[in-house]
T-cell receptor
Framework: DTEVTQTPKHLVMGMTNKKSLKCEQH?????MYWYKQKAKKPPELMFV???????INESVPSRFSPECPNSSLLNLHLHALQPEDSALYLC???????????????FGNGTRLTVT | AQTVTQSQPEMSVQEAETVTLSCTYD???????LFWYKQPPSRQMILVIR??????QNATENRFSVNFQKAAKSFSLKISDSQLGDAAMYFC??????????????FGKGTLLTVNP
């Protein structure tokens, strides 16, 4: 069983739709991440939240809007996506702090997104 | 650039045999961390093993061990007594040791491991 839960597992949306991906963890981690993964490629970092504040935005288009309402939840709001945005979206979490620099990322099972 | 290179796109091994996956990396930092993750068809990224750069001793986790050569910037993964469940995509990854680089996990392109019965 994964300790990071992502919903939905699969999502098909049109280019004019608005949808949201959700991620939840209860490990007490204060850093949460969104990654995008295309088929047979490594994950690419999109956003990092640390203590519920956006720390890193890897120049992601504004049609992707992250939100961290509390320390356990992370959302990714999607609007006006393009077919090339179809991918596996992975959420991850980790500890934060000087004593936790080697803290590994714990990943969820991902949401398989298809944009039609 | 802080890159991670996996030179073997695909590898295969017979069940119960040993296989070694290669990884090299480039970094200007003195403090960093290295990881191997596996991603089976179920999609979840699973941590296999981790190594702190300041530690000289190679990490081991049951059938999994690493050969960490800091001067050569090499971090290979050895899987002993391979099992069918080991079949997956394996990613080598590096994480910085301080500041913003600590949040960034840089992945290699991956090695697809097939285990033959």
């Amino acid at each position: 069983d994964t300790e990071v839960t992502q919903t939905p597992k699969h999502l098909v949306m049109g280019m004019t739709n608005k949808k949201s991906l959700k991620c939840e963890q209860h490990m007490g981690h204060r850093a949460m991440y969104w990654y995008k993964q295309k088929a047979k490629k490594p994950p690419e970092l999109m956003f990092v939240y640390s203590y519920e504040k956006l720390s890193i935005n890897e120049s992601v288009p504004s049609r992707f809007s992250p939100e961290c309402p509390n320390s356990s939840l992370l959302n990714l709001h999607l609007h006006a996506l393009q077919p090339e945005d179809s991918a596996l979206y992975l959420c991850a979490s980790s500890r934060v702090g000087t004593v936790s620099y080697n803290s590994p990322l714990h990943f969820g099972n991902g949401t398989r997104l298809t944009v039609t | 650039a802080q890159t991670v290179t996996q030179s073997q796109p695909e590898m295969s091994v017979q069940e119960a045999e040993t296989v070694t996956l290669s990884c090299t990396y480039d970094t200007s930092e003195s403090d960093y961390y290295l990881f191997w993750y596996k991603q089976p068809p179920s999609r979840q990224m699973i941590l296999v093993i981790r190594q702190e750069a300041y530690k000289q001793q190679n990490a081991t986790e049951n059938r999994f061990s690493v050969n960490f050569q800091k001067a050569a910037k090499s971090f290979s993964l050895k899987i002993s007594d391979s099992q069918l469940g080991d079949a997956a995509m394996y990613f080598c990854a590096r994480r910085g040791g301080s500041g913003g680089s600590n949040y960034k996990l840089t992945f290699g392109k991956g090695t697809l491991l097939t285990v033959n019965p």
